[in-house]
């Protein structure tokens, strides 16, 4: 499974692909006002920070809500960088709009998806990614992993490309749930990750061993 980090931070960026098993980077227009950018061409300046960092795909959101509106701002953004992603909504300007981006050959992740349904939309349009979102679906006492599951048991069925990338993901939990699931990509704050370090056996281990080296060596 891939891991994606969920933020716009550059530092948190910075830090994940420092660890040596980022893959990519997704944000969001919340993300994005969260570190206080305003304005498109500062967005795309954002971006391209973002894919200097990190040698993965980067899902840039469109803003617009119709066709022709998500078409210009996507086609901007492919050009921005070779791993620019366009993320989509899924609605129907959405889905037309990643039917032409598939056809032109730009990348799209397909976002906001709460429903089988829509995750088969999604991929017959061709998106590259289909986004379900994980937290949000607990948040209203639904199962989010159940849905990642059902996806990706779809996907199986039917020999669609596109991949299940698990979003709002809020723990550590969530990420092995997403592997028992079968996600493609887990997309995750860099708490999660780092999350998936902590064992006390592996803290009460490193002490006993570096107590055992100091009997003898000092
Ligand atoms: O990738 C989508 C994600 O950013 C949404 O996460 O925690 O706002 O539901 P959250």
């Known amino acids: 499974m891939k891991f994606f980090i969920d933020t716009a931070n550059l530092a948190q960026i910075r830090e994940a692909n420092e660890m040596g098993v980022l893959d990519?980077?997704?944000?969001?227009?919340?993300?994005?006002?969260?570190?206080?950018i305003k304005g498109s061409e500062n967005c795309k300046k954002h971006y391209v920070e973002i894919c200097n960092i990190v040698s993965g795909d980067v899902s840039a959101e469109v803003i617009s809500t119709n066709y022709e509106g998500m078409i210009k701002e996507g086609e901007e953004l492919a050009k921005l960088h070779p791993n620019i992603v366009v993320k989509v909504p899924c609605i129907a300007d959405g889905i037309k709009a990643i039917k032409y981006f598939t056809d032109?050959?730009?990348?799209?992740?397909?976002?906001?998806?709460?429903?089988?349904?829509?995750?088969?939309?999604?991929?017959?349009?061709?998106?590259?990614?289909?986004?379900?979102?994980?937290?949000?679906l607990d948040d209203i006492t639904s199962d989010g992993i159940e849905l990642v599951s059902k996806i990706v048991d779809m996907y199986t069925y039917y020999g669609f490309k596109t991949q299940v990338l698990a979003a709002s993901i809020r723990t550590t939990q969530h990420i092995i749930q997403c592997i028992e699931a079968g996600a493609d990509v887990a997309t995750c704050p860099l708490s999660a990750i780092k999350g998936l370090l902590n064992h006390?056996?592996?803290?009460?281990?490193?002490?006993?061993?570096?107590?055992?080296?100091?009997?003898?060596?000092?």
Do not use: H, W
Request: with cysteine; aromatic share 8%; glycine share 10%.
């Open 200 to 218: 006390p056996l592996t803290d009460i281990g490193l002490a006993k061993f570096l107590e055992d080296y100091k009997k003898v060596n000092d």
């Open 24 to 36: 990519g980077v997704t944000t969001n227009p919340s993300l994005m006002a969260k570190e206080g």
């Open 104 to 136: 032109k050959g730009i990348r799209t992740n397909c976002t906001l998806v709460f429903s089988p349904g829509q995750a088969l939309l999604a991929a017959k349009a061709g998106a590259t990614y289909v986004s379900p979102f994980v937290g949000r």
